[in-house]
T-cell receptor
Framework: GDSVTQMEGPVTLSEEAFLTINCTYT??????LFWYVQYPGEGLQLLLK?????DKGSNKGFEATYRKETTSFHLEKGSVQVSDSAVYFCALSAPNRNNRLAFGKGNQVVVIP | DVKVTQSSRYLVKRTGEKVFLECVQDMDHENMFWYRQDPGLGLRLIYFSYDVKMKEKGDIPEGYSVSREKKERFSLILESASTNQTSMYLCASSSHRDFSGELFFGEGSRLTVL
């Protein structure tokens, strides 16, 4: 079935460091791909998305490129801030799944001043 | 702004009690979802509904039921709470007609079953 795999474990890094969170997917057809973010004490919110191969989603300095050849959608940010500390979820929506999303397990990101 | 409101942020219940978690959205969305979030397991879909009185099982429906009597409201019911249902419960909604992949989430209800 459709699934998303995120890299294991929390990510701890210093302010202004480069952030990468890996995400790979398995799906039939041509899914849409998403990154959601959950700030402490809040629900999830959409961070960015890409709906077809080679699309790049971007928002708040974060970017991710839909790579069909490697079935990946890695999240990157060039210079993180303390306010980026949150949990990040990769997700996919496959065609004919009645608007259901499949989520990865999430990665806790902690940015230290 | 879209608003998804969950009735309780924190609940503490005893084993065997019946538990109701309420969710209301104000965007006239057709789709509504209940997820549970557990450390290391991410989000798992319990039930979803794509119309009033319509429901479908998600990935982990056992021990749960749902009710959707009005379009804006989607309730999650634990008929007899057990300790393994201690978790964070997240409600979400989306538009079916204009689905862009964006789910709108509530702030969550943290349930502890003793």
């Amino acid at each position: 079935g459709d699934s998303v795999t995120q890299m294991e474990g929390p990510v701890t890094l210093s302010e202004e460091a480069f952030l990468t969170i890996n995400c790979t997917y398995t799906a039939t057809g041509y899914p849409s791909l998403f990154w959601y973010v959950q700030y402490p004490g809040e629900g999830l919110q959409l961070l960015l998305k890409a709906t077809k191969a080679d699309d790049k989603g971007s928002n708040k300095g974060f970017e991710a490129t839909y790579r069909k050849e490697t079935t990946s959608f890695h999240l990157e940010k060039g210079s993180v801030q303390v306010s980026d500390s949150a949990v990040y979820f990769c997700a996919l929506s496959a065609p004919n799944r009645n608007n259901r999303l499949a989520f990865g397990k999430g990665n806790q990101v902690v940015v230290i001043p | 702004d879209v608003k998804v409101t969950q009735s309780s942020r924190y609940l503490v219940k005893r084993t065997g009690e019946k538990v109701f978690l309420e969710c209301v959205q104000d965007m006239d969305h057709e789709n509504m979802f209940w997820y549970r979030q557990d450390p290391g397991l991410g989000l798992r879909l319990i039930y979803f509904s794509y119309d009033v009185k319509m429901k479908e099982k998600g990935d982990i429906p056992e021990g749960y039921s749902v009710s959707r009597e009005k379009k804006e409201r989607f309730s999650l019911i634990l008929e007899s709470a057990s300790t393994n249902q201690t978790s964070m419960y997240l409600c979400a909604s989306s538009s079916h007609r204009d689905f862009s992949g964006e789910l709108f989430f509530g702030e969550g209800s943290r349930l502890t079953v003793l």
